[in-house]
């Protein structure tokens, strides 16, 4: 391909998007809808995965110990069990801690009389709060702690976190889900308008090849155009949500009554966009360049 | 050398386009083809320039057999070839300079060689008013002559037109028809396809007549008959 | 009663269609319009259809100023005319009965008269046997009596027909001419623009002759002049 | 409009359908794609929707009585709340029943001796449990409770249980902006669908009027290929959503291990088609229908 040629190229690849105004807005319109709604999607999911991870953070499996242990004994054993894979962390949680929560527990009325007879005879067990790498491991380290003679009884999280993990879980997978489908609802319509701007223009494909040009010289004015198309039908959504994030961010903290003490916090725009701009730009240029190959192909065999 | 041995085409609808053509044309020959609307005219331009194969038969062009010609080097064989089609067939999006100079793209002129040679070939063919005029915005004339320049531009070594002047007065026509013999006297061939009566008969060229599919004329300086 | 009283069309990139043209055609006439390449035949066909407005000027059809008609007449009015289009604007997706049949459609005819009236068109057409191809199927002339056939079928009172023998054979393109004679003598005023000599010559009808947008000819019985 | 013409545009409108297929095909598909996402999030929406209304019923107030009042009183008081329009329904727990939910709480060893004297010696409060009747009026009733003397001391709702209400809130929220990206996305796709395969047609348009076509002869037709393209492209999606609807639920049960007991349940989808089903046919057929006549106008006027 000479210099000369290149710059025909690109000069047809953009005249081509001016002369054809309403094909070109249809095919940026397209583009910048999906990678919209990828957008939209990604920012969502991402940001459930970040609070998931939060909260499962406050989720962990209390074993309660045996009262004759001594200290040495408690520390062996929790280096015992630390070694688990399954196990992030382990917290000792003494009698008199536990008193100490106890007393803390509003559950309890301010009864000074009572609160002196517990603490003085401590009838709560010292245990270990176990968290979990891996909130599916629950079972397998249950399973593990009750063989631990030491252990006297095991408290698993309670229903309600159960279900929130639960929930969680369930929208993790429909986000992945969605972000596929909108992959391939993005590919059939982009593909489509592709497709229709290209039938568009086949006679001047079938003249172009008339009067001896080459299929890559028929071909070049369309990858410039695609991947023109292509890179603002990605930019148009990108930008824009990098600057309405924070609003939107705004918005439902205010309709959720989000504050800063809340376990529900957003992820930086910036951090999202490390993996969503790639993405987003596989789906929008690559869609255009190499849907347009393909599609341009059947009217090039003449 | 342009050698069609016993072509025949057949369309997809089963209409029958020529039957058992057995041709020859030396290099720098002039040659009229006539023949009654429907006869096959145009069904053998479109052989000679590969927009459509033969059912049957071998079509050979300088030394090559082009029903055999490999899918890479069709460009390159019809860069030798200059075609008016009887539709025209111009870019609607393209202007007329753009229309004619993009002959000369596809063969990767400069930009300097295109921006000289362009404006010789529309003022030859009287369009230097019409230069950034958009095909909608032309006459039916205007059309044909736009395509004539297009096919003319690269000196093509075979010049194929299909009713060069079908939409052109009189006078006109004759001006086209002069501009083909001067490219004719400069070793080009040239096979023109016409109902022109007048310009065959005074031209005393070749004459190739087809009737339902086949040849039933072909005299060395002849005329137009019916 | 056809009335051009001092019209002028410039087209929106400032090229001159026509300029000042004052033109009287009576009800049943026969009229050629011949002229350059470019001159304003076409022009003259599409203000009179209504295909575009006149920059200035007065246009009267019958009894009715078309300048002033109101959008919802537009179609009432052009039912009346029967066109033949320089470049035939044929319905691509449709076949040739299909394309003849659409304007007996139009006018919302009952199958049983389409099924009767369209293959006789065609028939004087000569085209029964393409019936069911396609456009892009068709030679040159045969898209050309194609268009001719959905012009005439209508017995409209009005046709005009740009250039309809451009693709054509002498021998076909005297048929057809028979044919429009035919439908003028049944009192259907016929303009007929063409680059015919030999046919404007022989056949002695009142002949328009334009010139750079200008009338510069106009006479009852003449021929083809330069 | 005669009945003849009525066939013709019938015809017509078909005959175009099966002339054009890559158009027909590429709005069929534009439509079956953007009525598929609109259903998919309705379909998730309502059943997040069922789901929050299951797990509020869940959710209460805890307001502490003071411990001098008679059950006359308690009965008199309970029953000047129960004025209290936020308020759904009110239970009484007894001095009684709260320690034996205390016992009850895993949290505390099983240690006999303890419990038979906090048996003995009650220290727990008795309480009145406060359903709402929407969440959202928590802190009204709070303000309301605290105004009233005989109540010593509230309890709201734990910070998980408002976490997940918050998070379905957020849920919930998304959803609705979701389906209302979705319904414009879906305007703007099927719209330039229809632009584009109008563009492709526009000669056919000028050349109907140009042999004397009445804007709305040339209209019906295109109408009823809307008709029949925005038919198709509606139901198709309904149709694969209402089969694979049950396979879906199926595998988020597996994957989320729902079982029986589980507070998370699914909509029949019948229930929620009687919502869905007129919302995508409008959008379907309506822009099919309502696309075409705007996007036809431009071009009849000539
Ligand atoms: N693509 C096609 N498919 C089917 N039949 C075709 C096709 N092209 C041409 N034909 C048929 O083949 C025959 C010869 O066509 P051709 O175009 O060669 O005629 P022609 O001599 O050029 O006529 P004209 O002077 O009218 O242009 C005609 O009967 C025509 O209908
Ligand atoms: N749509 C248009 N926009 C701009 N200029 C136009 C348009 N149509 C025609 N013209 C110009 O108006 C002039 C007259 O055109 P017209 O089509 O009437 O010529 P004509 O006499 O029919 O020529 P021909 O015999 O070549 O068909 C020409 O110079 C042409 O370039
Ligand atoms: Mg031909
Ligand atoms: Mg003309």
């Known amino acids: ?302 | 050398m342009i050698i069609l041995d016993n072509v025949t085409k057949i369309y997809e609808n089963s209409a029958v386009g020529v039957k058992n053509i057995n041709l020859k044309i030396k290099e720098g020959e002039f040659v009229f083809i006539v023949g009654n609307t429907g006869s096959g005219k145009s069904t053998i331009l479109r052989l000679l320039l590969k927009e459509i194969e033969p059912s049957n038969g071998t079509i050979i062009i300088g030394d090559k057999d082009i029903t055999k010609m490999s899918k890479e080097s069709i460009p390159y064989f019809r860069r030798e070839l200059g075609v008016v089609f009887q539709d025209f067939k111009l870019f609607e999006n393209k202007t007329v300079f753009e229309n004619v100079a993009f002959a000369m793209k596809v063969i990767e002129e400069s930009p300097r060689n295109i921006r000289r040679t362009v404006p010789n070939v529309l003022s030859t063919m009287g369009l230097e008013n019409k230069a950034r005029c958009y095909p909608k915005q032309l006459s039916g004339g205007e059309k044909q002559r736009t395509a004539i320049g297009r096919a003319i531009l690269n000196n093509p070594s075979i010049l194929l037109a299909d009713e060069p002047t079908g939409n052109l007065d009189p006078k006109t026509s004759w001006d086209i028809m002069k501009v083909l013999e001067e490219i004719n006297k400069n070793g080009t061939t040239v096979i023109v396809v016409t109902h022109n009566q007048e310009i065959v008969n005074s031209m005393q060229k070749r004459v190739i007549q087809l009737k339902d599919a086949k040849i039933i004329r072909d005299v060395v300086k002849g005329g137009y008959e019916e």
């Not at chain 1, 054809?20 to 807005?25: L, P, Q, R, T, V």
């Not at chain 1, 309600?160 to 909108?182: D, E, G, P, R």
């Open chain 1, 1 to 302: 391909m000479k210099i000369l040629s290149f710059s025909h190229f690109i000069h047809e690849g953009f005249e081509s998007i001016f002369k054809n105004k309403s094909m070109a807005f249809a095919s940026i319109a397209t583009t910048t809808v999906c990678i919209f709604m990828l957008g939209i999607a990604f920012l969502t999911m991402e940001n459930i995965e970040y609070n998931v991870e939060n909260i499962e953070t406050g989720i962990n499996i209390t074993a309660f110990l045996d009262e004759n242990m001594i200290e040495e004994e408690i520390d062996q054993l929790k280096g015992i069990i630390l070694k688990s894979p399954q196990i992030e962390s382990i917290d000792y949680v003494s009698k008199d801690e536990a008193m100490k929560r106890f007393i803390g527990d509003e559950n309890l009325p301010n009864d000074p009389e009572l609160l002196n007879d517990l603490k003085e005879d401590n009838p709560l067990r010292a245990s270990f709060e176990i968290k979990l790498r891996n909130n599916k491991d629950e079972q397998v380290v249950i399973e593990l702690l009750s063989k631990i003679k030491q252990i006297v009884k095991i408290n698993t999280p309670k229903e309600a976190m159960q279900l929130l993990i639960n929930l969680k879980n369930f929208i993790q997978a429909t986000s992945a889900v969605i972000i596929i489908i909108l992959v391939v609802v993005g590919v059939i319509l982009i593909g489509n308008t592709i497709q229709l701007t290209v039938h568009i223009r086949k006679n001047e494909i079938r003249i172009m090849k008339y009067i001896g040009a080459t299929d890559w010289f028929v071909r070049w004015p369309f990858v410039i155009e695609g991947l023109f198309i292509g890179f603002l039908g990605t930019l148009i959504p990108l930008i824009t949500l990098f600057f309405t994030y924070n609003f939107f961010v705004n918005i439902f903290k205010q309709a959720l009554s989000i504050n800063e003490e809340s376990l529900i916090s957003f992820m930086p725009v910036l951090e999202i966009y490390q993996s969503l701009v790639p993405a987003a730009l596989i789906l929008g240029l690559g869609m255009g360049i190499v849907g347009s190959l393909i599609i341009i192909r059947k009217h090039l065999r003449v």
